[in-house]
């Protein structure tokens, strides 16, 4: 994403906003929390304070940039939004967070609302358990 869709989404592109968006896209396979994208800035000796990077990162959500993520353990997690639903499967030992999409378990998910009398606005999935790491971890123990 460019500055020009920055401003396209309704955003000034400014220095903080451009930053931020660089470490979400760089590591776009992860789901960042915002002391996690804090650090990767300092680490890349741009001073940008973690109230900015909050700030912030409320704007993308509001304009639709990225999506945030509650899953257990407490720290809101914020991934890009590429405009495609999936859901998530979170490793509970480790905190390891994979997506996955599956077209049956979207249409029985309608068809379990639609049984029950509602339409669907919005979803969203996480399962739990341990990744094979751990669990291989745990087996050599």
Request: contains cysteine.
């Amino acid at each position: 994403m460019s500055s020009k869709e920055l401003r396209q989404a309704g955003l000034k592109a400014t220095q903080p906003r451009r930053k931020i968006l660089a470490i979400l896209q760089t590591h776009s396979d992860q789901h960042l929390s915002a002391e996690d994208i804090h650090r990767l800035l300092l680490k890349n000796d741009t001073a940008i304070g973690l109230a900015t990077v909050y700030r912030v990162l409320t704007q993308f959500e509001a304009a639709g940039l990225v999506s945030r993520n509650h899953f257990e353990g407490g720290h809101a997690r914020y991934e890009l939004d590429q405009g495609e639903h999936h859901d998530h499967v979170v490793c509970i030992s480790c905190g390891l967070i994979c997506e996955f999409s599956d077209p049956l378990i979207e249409q029985r998910q309608l068809e379990i609302a639609a049984k029950l009398g509602f339409e669907l606005a919005a979803h969203s999935l996480i399962l739990y358990g341990r990744c094979a790491n751990c669990c291989s971890d745990k087996q050599q123990r």
